[in-house]
């Protein structure tokens, strides 16, 4: 589970009033857009914007905010990097989104399977010199909807328990969420370089919830967790 795609339509790269701009076109045509930000738009300093129609006198940092949420609006996303000082990355992403299904022109609006209203993604790294490096990754994701089972009925053709399901997709599982941690050495020689890396994935143990299990009769059920603490050793070369 993750906020963010391994392949869209387009990257924009830059996340200024251009960028934002062509993304914003390009996620009405229904592309998948991905805007990667420094977060630096050359005038940040100025109060307000000046001579822009129906928009005159809007702080900068207003203009954008209202730039990225219309992005968004039409399924974009937006990644935002910050140097917060020497040494220290961090990217924020966060998407809200809705998505809802009729199955027929008569029912009323449900729920759609997939959906994943909050979808947050907090990244930072750290680099201490001598090719030390240690950077964090948490995730939290709106749990999926499912359809929960009410009760059951014994049927004696198959002699077993037949559930009984509530309404299509009216239950949430629980939120997902996960703190993972990574440490880095690298060296670097004349033609190539190595790194030895451990990385901890899923630090305090969080029990994400992935569906449930139930007993025989479906009076019972117990939750399926996901991925548990995991520590991993890795060694990488780059020629
Ligand atoms: C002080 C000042 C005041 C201004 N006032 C006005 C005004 O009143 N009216 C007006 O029309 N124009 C004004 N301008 C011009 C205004 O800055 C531009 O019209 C507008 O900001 C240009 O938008 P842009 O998207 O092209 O670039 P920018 O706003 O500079 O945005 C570029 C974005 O791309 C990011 N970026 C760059 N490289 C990368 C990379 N490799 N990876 C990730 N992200 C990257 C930057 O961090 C930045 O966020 C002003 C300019 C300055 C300097």
């Known amino acids: 589970m993750s906020a963010i795609a391994s392949d869209y339509d387009v990257v924009v790269v830059g996340g200024g009033a251009a960028g934002l701009n062509g993304a914003l076109m390009l996620a009405r045509m229904r592309r998948s857009v991905l805007v990667v930000d420094a977060g630096r738009p050359r005038n940040a300093p100025a109060e307000a914007v000046h001579g822009l129609f129906a928009r005159d006198g809007t702080p900068p940092a207003e203009l954008l905010a209202r730039g990225r949420a219309e992005v968004e609006g039409y399924g974009g996303q937006i990644l935002i990097r910050q140097e917060l000082w020497k040494g220290f990355f961090g990217w924020i992403a966060y998407t809200v989104s809705r998505s ?7 029912d009323p609006w449900r729920v759609f399977q997939y959906d994943q209203t909050h979808i947050l993604t907090i990244i930072g790294s750290y680099k201490f010199g001598r090719g030390y490096q240690v950077g964090i990754r948490f995730r939290y994701v709106t749990g999926n909807p499912y359809t929960p089972t009410v009760g059951s009925y014994y049927d004696v053709n198959s002699d077993a328990y037949v559930p009984i399901n509530g309404p299509l997709y009216s239950a949430r599982l629980g939120s997902f969420n996960q703190l993972d941690v990574r440490f880095d050495k690298k060296w ?3 033609r190539w370089a190595m790194s030895m890396y451990i990385d901890i994935q899923n630090i305090y143990r ?5 569906g449930y299990a139930y007993n025989f009769d479906f009076s019972q059920r117990s939750a399926i967790a996901g ?3 995991l520590p991993v050793l890795g060694i990488r070369g780059d020629f």
């Open 188 to 190: 670097t020689f004349q």
């Open 100 to 106: 809802e299904r009729k199955d027929h022109p008569d």
């Open 227 to 229: 991925l548990p603490f």
């Open 206 to 210: 969080a029990s994400n919830p992935e």
